[in-house]
């Protein structure tokens, strides 16, 4: 399976992006899915998770109340609507599916769930 990530740009403080996640080779809609994000000279971090069907979701504490996660199992494709940007969101953000069962909750956000991850696309905030 691929996943690709795209969307990313260079946008000014308190503008807005909207990343999209397409998966090619497989459907995942039994999947959980979540995106990651990675600055330089930083680990991986979890941005936020959504379960198979949509109807929970998870947020890193440092993007709650400006992101949102949905999906759109349709067409296969995962999107993150990024608003209120802040130059501390600067970063490559990675999408990533999680084939290992059920929603797990807040285990969600740790990165050894995920089995698929696709390239990244970058996103950077300008102050």
């Known amino acids: 399976v691929q996943l690709q990530a795209s969307g990313g740009g260079l946008v000014q403080t308190g503008g807005s992006l909207r990343l999209s996640c397409a998966a090619a080779?497989?459907?995942?809609?039994?999947?959980?899915m979540g995106w990651f994000r990675q600055a330089p000279g930083k680990e991986r971090q979890f941005v936020a998770a959504i379960s198979e069907s949509g109807d929970n979701t998870h947020y890193a504490d440092s993007v709650k109340g400006r992101f949102t996660i949905s999906r759109d199992n349709v067409k296969n494709t995962m999107y993150l609507q990024m608003n209120s940007l802040k130059p501390e969101d600067t970063a490559v953000y990675y999408c990533?599916?999680?084939?290992?069962?059920?929603?797990?909750?807040?285990?969600?956000?740790?990165?050894?769930?995920?089995?698929?991850w696709g390239r990244g696309t970058q996103v950077t905030v300008s102050s």
């Open positions: 990533a599916a999680d084939t290992q069962g059920p929603w797990p909750g807040i285990i969600a956000a740790f990165p050894q769930r995920y089995d698929y």
């Open positions: 080779g497989r459907s995942f809609s039994d999947d959980v």
